[in-house]
């Protein structure tokens, strides 16, 4: 009876790639985790849970956010990089993904060669903020005041390393500046120093800080974008003010472990490309400070975040920031 177990053998054999295209084909099945690299309520996980949201009406299945924070976002990132590239587990991906290459050195993952894009939704620009109490009037004035005196200029951030820090970074070395960086635990403590005077400036993202601006507990002289912001269309972007090389964005989009089959690749991708069009959640992400992007494909994504990670590389290695 040989031939038989070895017959038998084959067929078990033969079931187990169908099988497996019978699952791409049926994508999505269960709930899919998008896990954000980032603690609950900044900038990324609010505009992450509007995303879930509309995915979960597009594709007719819960998608949950996770949160998994901790190193800068690398715990998160590693664990979409590890994990089953079946296209139930999902990284909201942002800037760090471009800034870890050439900030850490030692890695436990590779986000160029175990991550492939999925899809892209929002940039989302920096805002240089002063205190309402400032005498500082406009970024001219503030470069003004670093040149003449930059040890009194105290510059706040998230840490070393932190989106906060390197948007700030693009600014000073894009107008030949110093100032005294202070790096606090996190975005939060850096905007709250702005507000209460012990810092006078800080570069955070914009959604971040839009309630502070619009109700008057901040001023905002500049987004670092290469046009105005439909948030606040009366501040100038840093292009138009003359300095194109402090332009620093941020962004909201969907990376997969590598390894993910193309066609479910391509059907996460439809669903975000679907939803995009969808006008109440424009509305939302554009309130929330997000700026649409006009191509929300995995090709786009992954060529917007080789040229960041590129562009990055250049601002760290000229600033000479070793990360903590």
């Known amino acids: 009876m040989l031939w038989v177990k070895t017959f038998l053998l084959i067929l078990l054999l033969c079931s187990i790639p169908t099988s497996a295209l019978l699952a791409q084909d049926n994508f999505p099945q269960h709930p899919i985790k998008m896990i954000v690299p980032y603690p609950p309520g900044g900038t990324t996980d609010v505009i992450a849970r509007n995303i879930a949201q509309a995915l979960s009406e597009k594709l007719g299945i819960s998608v949950i956010i996770e949160n998994k924070a901790g190193a800068a976002g690398l715990i998160g990132m590693a664990a979409v990089a590890k994990a089953t590239p079946d296209g139930y587990t999902l990284l909201v991906s942002d800037a760090s993904i471009a800034t870890a290459p050439s900030l850490y050195k030692a890695m436990t993952f590779d986000p160029v060669k175990d991550l492939v894009a999925v899809s892209w939704f929002v940039t989302v620009p920096h805002v240089i903020v002063v205190n309402t109490n400032s005498q500082i009037q406009s970024l001219n004035e503030l470069i003004a005041l670093a040149k003449r005196d930059p040890e009194k200029l105290y510059f706040s951030s998230g840490g070393i390393g932190s989106p906060l820090h ?159």
Not at 172 to 178: D, E, H, P, V, Y
Not at 210 to 237: C, F, H, M, N, Y
């Open 166 to 324: 390197l948007a700030g970074e693009a600014v000073r070395t894009s107008a030949a500046i110093q100032w005294v960086h202070v790096p606090y635990k996190g975005g939060g403590p850096a905007i709250l120093a702005v507000m209460s005077g012990d810092a006078q400036v800080a570069v955070p993202s914009l959604p971040s800080v839009l309630p502070q601006i619009e109700a008057g507990k901040l001023r905002a002289l500049a987004v670092t974008s290469p046009r105005r912001v439909e948030t606040l269309p009366d501040v100038s972007s840093v292009a138009e003010l003359g300095y194109p090389n402090a332009i620093a964005m941020g962004w909201i989009g969907i990376h997969a472990p590598a390894g993910t089959a193309p066609s479910i690749v391509q059907n996460l991708e439809s669903a975000s490309e679907a939803i995009l069009k969808d006008p109440t959640l424009r509305k939302r992400l554009t309130e929330q400070g997000g700026d649409i992007v006009s191509d929300a494909s995995a090709h786009a994504y992954a060529q917007f975040v080789a040229a960041q990670t590129q562009g990055w590389g250049k601002v760290v290695k000229a600033a000479d920031i070793k990360a903590e």
